[in-house]
Nanobody, 122 residues
């Protein structure tokens, strides 16, 4: 199993940027597919971005394509989410997630971080 800890959230104005980090511990990080999800108050948790074990493949929700970028550094056991051109509708708690199978990026994750709050003001 793997433990995940997110950081980097905060309050920013619309149009600004934030970089979230997720540090993993436990079994070798390179064996896990990772992803980012978010949940706004009163809303269901939704998929944001996913990245393959090697980092060579990334996928994004339509709502963040062109604005967000995810990457990973397996040597540091860390995955990142660079968020640019932030909008008020991006406000949510953001979660890092991991799973062993390299199948569907948008679902079926087994391990979750505690979440970090991102608030975008208008």
């Amino acid at each position: 199993q793997v433990q995940l800890v997110e950081s980097g959230g905060g309050l920013v104005q619309a149009g600004g940027s934030l970089r979230l980090s997720c540090v993993a511990s436990g079994r070798p990080f390179r064996t896990y597919t990772t992803g980012w999800f978010r949940q706004a108050p009163g809303k269901e948790r939704e998929f944001v971005a996913g990245i393959s074990r090697s980092g060579s493949t990334t996928v994004y929700a339509d709502s963040v394509k062109g604005r967000f970028n995810t990457s990973r550094d397996n040597a540091k056991s860390t995955v990142y989410l660079q968020m640019n051109s932030l909008k008020p509708e991006d406000t949510a708690v953001y979660y890092c997630a991991a799973k062993y199978p390299e199948t569907q990026y948008g679902a079926n994750y087994d391990y979750w971080g505690q979440g970090t709050q991102v608030t975008v003001s208008s």
